[in-house]
């Protein structure tokens, strides 16, 4: 599995923004799919997470009720949604792809990755 994020930028607090990863292969739709993303010196974190069915997910309690995990599986997309974003939000996301709906918050247990996309909130 190939994963790209892209849909990052620059926004007001307030604002709002929505990321995507775009996964290739065959097999995504076997796959869940978390967002982490990592601040400027600070430890990477998890975000959010999609199981393969979409019909579970999880979230980080700094986005809950601001951020959405869904996923398209017909154009093997996944989504972040955010809202009312905040400036400690700001930060490099990358999507990750794994087997199980399992530990989703640990980022050693997926399997792929993509390359972030950055997310600058302005104050």
Same mark, same amino acid.
């Given at each position: ?16 923004? !929505? ?46 009720? !601001? ?31 794994? !087997?199980?709906?399992? !530990? ?20």
């Amino acid at each position: 599995v190939q994963l790209q994020a892209s849909g990052g930028g620059l926004v007001q607090a307030g604002g709002s923004l !929505r990321l995507s990863c775009a996964a290739s292969g065959r097999t995504f739709s076997s796959y869940s799919m978390g967002w982490f993303r990592q601040a400027p010196g600070k430890e990477e974190e998890f975000v959010a997470a999609i199981s393969s069915s979409g019909g579970r997910t999880d979230y980080a309690d700094s986005v809950k009720g !601001r951020f959405t995990i869904s996923r398209d599986g017909a154009r093997n997309m996944v989504y972040l949604q955010m809202v009312n974003l905040k400036p400690e939000d700001a930060a490099v996301y990358y999507c990750g792809a794994k !087997r199980a709906f399992v !530990r989703v918050g640990i980022r050693s247990t997926y399997d792929y990755w993509g390359q972030g996309t950055q997310v600058t909130v302005s104050s």
